[in-house]
């Protein structure tokens, strides 16, 4: 056997325990949300950090101030914010709770795939 084996071996615990997690906490992160406002307050939207959006308001009389076309893409662009956010956010946490060992077992794995 040779010594990255060895170290493959020792780590393939540690790694397998730490990616039950990643993936337990990847799907509780899931229901979590974020808010986004449109720049002018018209539109408020939250999304899920899977990207799912779960609420969209619109302020009192929006409707009858903003022609429908301009509001259709207001809508459309704080939607699409919200879910920039929240990917964001969920790839930042996720991110926070990887292993060093992780990263380890990956750059291992890379010097065998090279080899």
Do not use: K
Not at 29 to 53: P, Q
């Amino acid at each position: 056997m040779t010594d990255l084996e060895d170290r493959l071996r020792a780590l393939s615990p540690v790694v397998r325990q730490a990616l039950e997690h990643y993936r337990t906490r990847a799907t509780e992160l899931g229901g979590d949300t974020v808010e986004t406002e449109s720049a002018d307050g018209t539109v408020r939207v939250t999304a899920t950090l899977h990207g799912r959006i779960v609420d969209v308001r619109l302020v009192p009389h929006s409707t009858t101030r903003i022609d429908r076309f301009t509001l259709a893409e207001l809508v459309a662009d704080t939607c699409r914010e919200a879910q920039r956010q929240a990917r964001s956010r969920y790839h930042e946490e996720l991110a926070a709770i990887l292993p060093p060992e992780y990263t380890e077992y990956q750059r291992l794995m890379e010097s065998v795939v090279r080899a």
